[in-house]
T-cell receptor
Framework: GAVVSQHPSWVICKSGTSVKIECRSLDFQATTMFWYRQFPKQSLMLMAT?????????EQGVEKDKFLINHASLTLSTLTVTSAHPEDSSFYICSARDQTSGYEQYFGPGTRLTVT | TQLLEQSPQFLSIQEGENLTVYCNSSSVFSSLQWYRQEPGEGPVLLVT?????EVKKLKRLTFQFGDARKDSSLHITAAQPGDTGLYLCAYKGAAGNKLTFGGGTRVLVKP
């Protein structure tokens, strides 16, 4: 149980275009999901907290107009990187919080974004 | 400056050797978690330590929470190539909300 999936697993896009990443909790409902970014050889940095049915909460320094988050259902959150630039190239990881198991967070496998 | 400082940043050892990874802070935590992340994948929870002085074992991995609940360590006995990965400590914010990670320790176990 407690499986989180992400799609796509990797994506290459051209500078200036937008790309959407999906995060799904497969066998539990998640009112809260989290989006992290990880640069090579670095740790995970929280970008935002995604709440079902309400606006996301962004961490300091993260542009909410550039990283659009939608949490339209209890099993799906999406992150859209708008007008992507090469410096947005990174590993994006989501996690979903399972309220039925002590609010434990389960992580997705990540999405590798490369902006050319 | 990160609230959780992990050391060393990188560790390369031969199969069969032992290693210890540290997670230190000046703050007191109600609990700390340890994760392992393999290249190209998301982190996987290994353990949560809650009580000061607590020791938990997971096969060849031994986790300890400091008496003052400010630090933790991970000791691996007889490391194997499958132990290779990024080891992360983390704490949960108020109300069990967002996780904050340390900088991580990259472990490479050579066969």
């Amino acid at each position: 149980g407690a499986v989180v999936s992400q799609h796509p697993s990797w994506v290459i896009c051209k500078s200036g275009t937008s790309v959407k990443i999906e995060c799904r909790s497969l066998d539990f409902q998640a009112t809260t999901m989290f989006w992290y970014r990880q640069f090579p050889k670095q740790s995970l940095m929280l970008m935002a907290t995604s709440n079902e049915g309400s606006k996301a909460t962004y961490e300091q320094g993260v542009e909410k107009d550039k990283f659009l988050i939608n949490h339209a259902s209890l099993t799906l959150s999406t992150l859209t990187v708008t007008s992507a630039h090469p410096e947005d190239s990174s590993f994006y990881i989501c996690s979903a919080r399972d309220q039925t198991s002590g609010y434990e967070q389960y992580f997705g496998p990540g999405t590798r974004l490369t902006v050319t | 400056t990160q609230l959780l400082e992990q050391s060393p940043q990188f560790l390369s050892i031969q199969e069969g050797e032992n290693l210890t990874v540290y997670c230190n802070s000046s703050s007191v935590f109600s609990s700390l978690q340890w994760y392992r992340q393999e290249p190209g994948e998301g982190p996987v929870l290994l353990v949560t330590v809650v009580t000061g002085g607590e020791v938990k074992k997971l096969k060849r991995l031994t986790f300890q929470f400091g008496d003052a609940r400010k630090d933790s360590s991970l000791h691996i006995t007889a490391a194997q190539p499958g132990d290779t990965g990024l080891y992360l400590c983390a704490y949960k914010g108020a109300a069990g909300n967002k996780l904050t990670f340390g900088g991580g320790t990259r472990v490479l176990v050579k066969p």
